[in-house]
T-cell receptor, first 113, second 113 residues
Framework: DQQVKQNSPSLSVQEGRISILNCDYT??????FLWYKKYPAEGPTFLIS?????DKNEDGRFTVFLNKSAKHLSLHIVPSQPGDSAVYFC????????????FGKGTLLTVNP | EADIYQTPRYLVIGTGKKITLECSQT?????MYWYQQDPGMELHLIHY???????EKGDLSSESTVSRIRTEHFPLTLESARPSHTSQYLC????????????FGPGTRLLVL
């Protein structure tokens, strides 16, 4: 049973436009959510996180939104750049699990010039 | 952010060989993790450690073993490699502040022939 779901395997956007990556979770115990970016044959790079006490966190071009009632979070990238093309993983954790991460399967983002 | 190093980056080896994948971090983090990831799939936790002489199995069963004799070093060993072990192996450590964001090394791509 997948507790973190990224239902879109891929997303294609034009350079300069907004990219919106979505993630749903089922475990109501999760209280910390993270987004990672991964290039092939490299390790994931931490992008941005959000605690369940917030509904929005912003860092430069990246904004994460959390809707606890819907158990849904999204990552917005504005403006999108070709260098953003990568696989984006959503992950979740909570203190009761000692903050072990549960990952989604990832969404491949392609930003076209 | 953690500085995490993994060697080798790529390894092609024959069935039955013993291999050790190295992981080191320079931030003095107590918590370290090993994940396995196949293309198009989520990262699966296979081992973790909360400090020296502490090791635990993760959510995904693995034939590999780990050791933690020094804080900075968390090697993973396969006593007898098989083609089913072909995968990407990712090491991470977590920042003990806040909700313990995990930072990843560059990974080792293992191909067992």
């Amino acid at each position: 049973d997948q507790q973190v779901k990224q239902n879109s395997p891929s997303l294609s956007v034009q350079e300069g436009r907004i990219s919106i990556l979505n993630c749903d979770y089922t475990n109501s115990m999760f209280d910390y959510f993270l987004w990672y970016k991964k290039y092939p044959a490299e390790g994931p790079t931490f992008l941005i996180s959000i605690s369940s006490i917030k509904d929005k966190n912003e860092d430069g071009r990246f904004t994460v939104f959390l809707n606890k009632s819907a158990k849904h979070l999204s990552l917005h990238i504005v403006p999108s750049q070709p260098g953003d093309s990568a696989v984006y993983f959503c992950a979740a954790s909570y203190g009761g699990s000692n903050y072990k991460l549960t990952f989604g399967k990832g969404t491949l983002l392609t930003v076209n010039p | 952010e953690a500085d995490i190093y993994q060697t080798p980056r790529y390894l092609v080896i024959g069935t039955g060989k013993k291999i050790t994948l190295e992981c080191s971090q320079t931030m003095g983090h107590d918590k370290m993790y090993w994940y396995q990831q196949d293309p198009g799939m989520e990262l699966h936790l296979i081992h973790y450690s909360y400090g020296v002489n502490s090791t635990e199995k993760g959510d995904l069963s693995s034939e590999s073993t780990v050791s933690r004799i020094r804080t900075e070093h968390f090697p993973l060993t396969l006593e007898s490699a098989r083609p089913s072990h072909t995968s990407q192996y990712l090491c991470a450590s977590s920042d003990p502040s806040g909700q313990e964001t995990q930072y990843f090394g560059p990974g080792t791509r293992l191909l067992v022939l």
